[in-house]
């Protein structure tokens, strides 16, 4: 146990000394934050960042509107586990305005419509305060777009900051999904060998064969569009390069004297396998892990850009991109480029992180 303990220590010794790695390390850390607490620090908090006003669609970074907020009476807001999970209900309507003008108990407003066009509309402001009119004033609100908007009219950084979650998601559960497979066929056929080994290794070499794009389409077509499909999807088609790494590793592993003096002592080969065999192996695992966690975030990227991964209106990054790619060709190319960047990078952190923990766990160096 002390010794475990002393080989995690020197791994973390190590893996500190590593800059790419611990850029990578704290780019995820902030991907995770973002994932976990989104709907607390975005400026959009409604469900799915999904707040559409179609009046403000496609404006650049740094835009900045006024609104005129009118809250419905009575609403249920939600506990704060509630907006935690999955933001505010929106219980107010926002009407972008150019100027407003307040007459005895009546609110003039010029309506936004585009940038040479607003409409004149008259409000009672006993109905949008619901109280007196000297409280109209926090009913004129002002939000700064720090992305721009989107051709819905929707807040970029919002939908950038939610889409965290889902990349992150797809990532773990596609990594538990592959890890758990692949470990178990893996050790079965390294450690058994024969026919086991055999049957095994003719199973990843058919999926081997078959392109990732082509058998996640096959089972996402199968399980049918949607959020926990496309986590299956992806994570049935990571598990062979896990496979055949820990088949690899046991193979090496198990001619080793513990090994041995394990099976003298009488213990069951189940036992060894995970008690003594696996517990040994995990770090070139670990490694491949973090590869696969990247590999997993473009496949889901790609699959929702192609209109069979995540729906709308929930955010992914590979969806942002389908929705505004038509506007790299117009003056507004960011519409695009934010997700693609966003997704360039935590793909990097993570090959970093991967490639750190590579040299942090190899005793050689």
């Known amino acids: 146990m002390q010794q475990s303990f002393s ?68 609403y249920w807001s939600g506990t704060w586990i509630d907006h935690l999970l999955s933001g505010e209900k929106r219980h107010f309507q926002l009407i972008p305005i150019t100027n ?101 290794m003719w199973l990843v070499n058919v999926t081997w064969s078959i392109p990732t794009l082509l058998l996640v389409f096959a089972i996402t077509m199968a399980l049918g569009k949607g959020f926990w499909q496309i986590f299956i999807a992806v994570g049935l088609t990571m598990w062979v390069p896990v496979a055949r790494l820990v088949r690899g590793q046991v193979l090496a592993v198990k001619e080793l004297e513990y090994i041995t003096a394990a099976k003298a002592l009488g213990f069951t080969n189940f036992r060894i396998i995970l008690r003594h065999i696996i517990p040994n192996i995990l770090g070139p695992v670990l490694v491949l892990a973090a590869s696969t966690f990247a590999t997993a975030i473009i496949v889901e990227a790609g699959l929702s850009f192609l209109g069979i991964g995540v729906q709308p209106p929930q955010p992914s990054w590979g969806l942002m991109i389908k929705e505004n790619y038509n506007f790299l060709i117009t003056n507004n190319p960011m519409l695009a480029l934010v997700p693609g960047f966003a997704i360039m990078l935590l793909v990097l952190a993570f090959n970093l992180l991967g490639n750190g923990l590579r040299d942090a766990v190899d005793v050689k160096n």
């Not at 800059?19 to 607490?37: D, E, N, Q, R, S």
């Not at 409604?46 to 740094?62: F, H, R, W, Y």
């Not at 619901?130 to 807040?155: C, E, M, V």
């Open 7 to 74: 080989f995690k220590q020197q791994t973390w010794k190590r893996l500190k000394k590593n800059k790419g790695a611990m850029f990578g390390l704290v780019i995820i850390t902030i991907a995770v934050l973002f994932a976990l607490f989104g709907y607390i620090i975005v400026p959009d908090n409604s469900p799915n960042a999904d707040l559409q006003t179609v009046e403000i669609q496609a404006k650049k970074p740094g835009y900045t509107q006024q609104f005129l907020k009118i809250t419905e009476r009575k």
């Open 100 to 200: 407003y003008v307040i007459k005895n108990d009546s609110l003039i407003i010029k309506k936004f419509i585009d940038d040479d066009t607003s409409v004149v509309q008259y409000y009672s402001i006993n109905q949008i305060t619901h109280s007196s009119p000297a409280n109209i004033q926090k009913n004129i609100i002002t939000k700064k777009y720090w992305l721009g908007t989107d051709k819905f009219g929707r807040d970029i950084l919002s939908r950038l900051i939610s889409g965290t979650r889902v990349s992150l998601a797809v990532g773990l559960i596609a990594v538990l999904i592959a890890l758990s497979i692949g470990i178990i066929l893996g050790a079965l056929a390294g450690y058994f060998k024969g026919k086991t080994d055999a049957i095994i």
